[in-house]
């Protein structure tokens, strides 16, 4: 299906994606990995792609990096991390096996790489964990390892499950191939917790985890001497989960900016075959900071974004928003920047992805009064097995009626960051070439929005590709 493919976002030009990998900058040079099925549009067979960029938007694809070693009783190369040692790049990953599924038999393994980062060598030191490091504690599910350098040594988290709760578990080496087992970082609700990061920010440790449910958690607070996690501030990394953004990972680059990958994911496509040969996007990249009065993340997408901006519509006005108005700009690769000062019971929203009958179209739409804001999907004209239910957030409090919204489309992509507080990503499907429409309408209560600037954003990829 043609105009469907996203031209911003990162992506492979064909076949399946999923977890991004091992982001990293070494020597100004941004190097992103992720789950990667060379041979179709399904998950199977995964190996690691690989691609990089001077500037987190323009990318060069690379020779994938990890391939599975069937010779060494290997199947899938599951999501991991990057580090440099030495000079020189390693990848750290999940390795799984015909005769060691991932429920029982995960192995955590390693990788090094040239100077020109397109040669992998797996040593004969692999595995450098097994399950057997645990002593008495049984952790199913075990994947997922994150890695990070302090106080002269090596650290790492992985994902799983205890108990039949998930969990994550910390382990400390010297030198990435000796790891010894710490303790068990966190667990709680769901039953795995999947692609855990684990870091420093703003003078808080950050924890993040993809669970088997809606929403994508992270806790902020204190590591004990024992290495256990105490949370104190609770909240939600995006509410899209396996509708729009699932398996985050992050890094820290030159500038000192904490910068999270998400995946996006084809589950809005539902059991649907109208779309096939590629799968998966990676969503914008997003800088994380620390509320210091709140403990609350922040987040915003990367500036260099701007770099891909046309001429800036200015469509703000102070005249309060009654009924619809739409908007003279148009497209599928749109930018919006939204100011909207409201009063207590207002609602109000933005159609896109419309087509000239409005027959087909999409909406956010923002209610004060109930707390939420919500993306309707349910106008897609394409195959009804495709998911139609809503996906919803909480709108953040806000004690003077003020949102300050940030809204990307990309052909099959939403992503909406409200306050620097809430995001909501998703996947909506508008098979019609002339679902381009935009427009803002208000339903009730005051709404006027000050500020409301449209940009198309150039392409970095091609429809063909």
Known sequence: MRGLKPTYH????????????????AGGVYHLFYQYNPNGDKWGDIHWGHAKSLDLVHWERLPMALHPSPERGEAHCYSGCAVMQ?????????????ERGSESGAEQWIA??????????????NPVLAGSIHGDLTIKEWRDPYVWRMDGMWYMVTGGSLDGEGCVTIYRSPDLLSWTFLNVLAKGEGKVWECPNFFRLD???VLTYSPQGRGIPYRTGTLTDDFAFVAETEG??????????????????????????GWMPETGRGESAAIEGWAGVQAVPRILRLDPE???????????LDRLRGERIELGSDEPLAGERTLPASGKAIELELAADTE??????????????????CALEFDRAAGVVRLVRERMNGDAAMHRFPLEAPLPASASGRFEIRVFLDHSTVEVIVNERTALSGRVYPFREDSEGLAVYGERGGVTLPVLNAYRLAPVWTEEE
């Open 10 to 25: 990162f992506r492979p030009e064909r076949n399946w994606m999923n977890d991004p990998n091992g982001p990293i900058q």
């Open 86 to 98: 030495d000079g020189r790049p390693a990848l750290i990953y999940t390795s799984i096996g015909p």
């Open 112 to 125: 090094f790489g040239d100077a020109d980062w397109t040669n992998w060598h797996k040593p004969d030191a």
């Open 203 to 205: 003078g808080k440790w």
């Open 236 to 261: 939600i990394l995006d509410y899209g989960h396996l509708d729009g953004y699932y398996a985050p990972t992050s890094f820290e680059d030159e500038q000192g900016r904490r910068i999270m990958w």
């Open 294 to 304: 709140t403990g609350e993340l922040l987040i915003r997408p990367i500036p260099e």
């Open 344 to 361: 207590p019971d207002a609602a109000w929203g933005i159609r896109f992805f419309r087509s000239p009958d409005g027959e087909e179209e």
